[in-house]
């Protein structure tokens, strides 16, 4: 059963009869599946290798900060929040080097 | 093109009609992918797929966003290799009419607020058009058989308190004519474009509703119930199969009439 760190993330792929689960963590603990009963007949280290690509697809790593969006502000009450909007799902909240993606300036 | 073998992706896909579409493709052998904002949503949809004996890819993501549209095409590319069906079910209402005006002077008390207005048109109109854009590059790009499934809306003919929803439901029931046009005058021959008109359907949305409200709507449909999410589905996956159906909106009503029996 392989698991994958990334983007400080825990992956985990996982067999299924002939078939592969992606498993992951999220920040709540909970579980969540980035796939299931995927690459059919593939053996584990490749099925890993494509589980890699994929989550790397599906998880893009860097910073993409959304905002200030003065048009659709958060509130809380009468205050206007314009800033960078942490809960966009575009918002990836990043605030130290990944191991898997080590900073290469 | 048969469903067995291709690869399908469904936007909206962790409930509703886009649930019942991802489900009944995955049924007939295709590997899906299961688009939605809800990650519980997209987990419960891909567990039931497994169970059936399918290949499912959960990725959460925002229609509206062209970075997520990106990312969620090139993810089912990744994981399966092709691309041959993208349905663009995601969708919201905010309703409310355009003015509403105060009982005792007559003069306007509110308006359509432009965030109910830009909200609908962002996601029923920006992200089907951005779905349907990149699902073609990809099928052109990848030179595979493909079909472009915007979903509208019955409600496309112009529904009071819907201006913002209606606007966008009448616009992505043009796309098939317009996309298979451009792609007739680009000699792309491999991608068809049908888009699906619901009427009231039996998604939580609407089985949720007011009884009463219900049971006045149900009063305007021939066939007298609404029409299931399992039927859309149904109708979608002919037009997987039949290859004559193209660059039109077929409309899955169950006989929605106007009141005194004129059919919408």
């Known amino acids: 059963m392989p698991s994958i760190r990334y983007n400080d993330m825990q992956f985990s792929v996982e067999p299924s009869g002939d078939r592969w689960d992606i498993t992951y963590q999220l920040p709540s603990g909970a579980s969540a599946l980035a796939g299931a009963g995927i690459f059919p007949g593939l053996p584990e280290a490749e099925a890993a290798s494509r589980a890699l690509a994929l989550i790397k697809t599906i998880f893009p790593v860097g910073v993409k900060s959304v905002g200030p969006d003065v048009n659709h502000p958060n509130r809380i009450g009468d205050l206007k929040l314009v800033g960078p909007d942490v809960t966009h799902p575009n918002f990836i909240y990043w605030d130290k080097d990944s191991v898997s993606s080590p900073k290469t300036l | ?264």
């Open chain 2, 1 to 264: 093109m048969e469903i067995k073998g291709s690869v399908a992706l469904v936007t909206g896909g962790g409930n509703g009609i886009g649930e019942a579409v991802v489900k009944h493709l995955a049924k007939a052998g295709a590997k899906v992918a299961v688009v939605d904002m809800v990650q519980k949503n997209i987990d419960r949809v891909v567990k039931d797929i497994k169970a059936m004996g399918g290949e499912a890819v959960g990725i959460q993501a925002n229609v509206t966003s062209e970075a997520d549209t990106a990312r969620y095409i090139k993810g089912t590319l990744e994981a399966f290799g092709q691309l041959n069906i993208a349905v663009s079910c995601a969708g919201i209402i905010r309703d409310g009419t355009m003015l509403s005006l105060d009982k005792e002077t007559g003069k306007v008390s509110k308006k359509l607020g432009l965030d109910k207005w830009q909200a609908v048109i962002d996601t029923n109109l920006t992200g089907t058009f951005l779905t349907m854009r990149d699902a073609a590059e990809a099928m052109v790009n990848g030179g595979w058989p493909g079909l472009l499934v915007p979903i509208s809306s019955v409600n496309k003919v112009g529904q009071v308190g819907q201006i913002n929803y209606s606007s966008a439901k009448v616009a992505d029931a043009l796309m098939p004519k317009i996309i298979v046009g451009e792609f007739l005058m680009r000699g792309i021959r491999n991608i068809r474009c049908v888009a699906i008109a619901p009427g009231y359907t039996a998604t939580p949305m609407l089985t949720g509703m007011n009884q009463d409200a219900l049971k006045a709507i149900l009063e305007d449909v021939h066939l007298g119930r609404l029409v299931a999410p399992e039927e859309i589905a149904s109708l979608i996956s002919y037009c997987v199969e039949n290859e004559a159906l193209n660059a039109t909106t077929i409309e899955i009503t169950g006989g929605l009439c106007y009141p005194r029996g004129i059919a919408k």
